[in-house]
Each structure stands twice: as C-alpha cells, then as structure tokens.
C-alpha cells in the first residue's frame, strides 16, 4: 500500500468515524489544540473536557 492511499484511508475513516464535537475541534485555534493535548496527557477526555471548558471561559 503506498502512503498516499494509506493517508486518503485514514482520512475517510476520521470523516466517517472520527471526533468532531469535542470542544477543542470546534472554532478551532492553534491555542485550543495545544491546550487540549497538554491536558490530555494520561487524561481520559471525559475528564478533560468540563476543564477545559472552564478554562477557556
């Protein structure tokens, strides 16, 4: 398989299966997404996300 046809594979899955209501994922920012991986880190998202919430309030 070459990595053209690898990425366009992922890429379908993500649009058909992936995450997209995740409050970091909507009015995305550069800020947003790295503020949510720092958080993330060891972090389940459910626990994450009333944080990050508050945060950016």
């Known amino acids: ?3 053209s046809q690898f990425s366009a594979q992922v890429l379908d899955w993500y649009d058909k299966y992936g995450r997209k209501t995740l409050p970091w994922q909507i009015d995305k920012t550069p800020y947003k ?3 949510s991986e720092v958080m993330l880190q060891q ?3 459910a626990t994450v996300i009333p944080y990050f919430e508050r945060f950016m309030a």
């Open 43 to 45: 972090t389940q998202v």
């Open 1 to 3: 398989m070459q990595a």
């Open 33 to 35: 997404v790295w503020l």
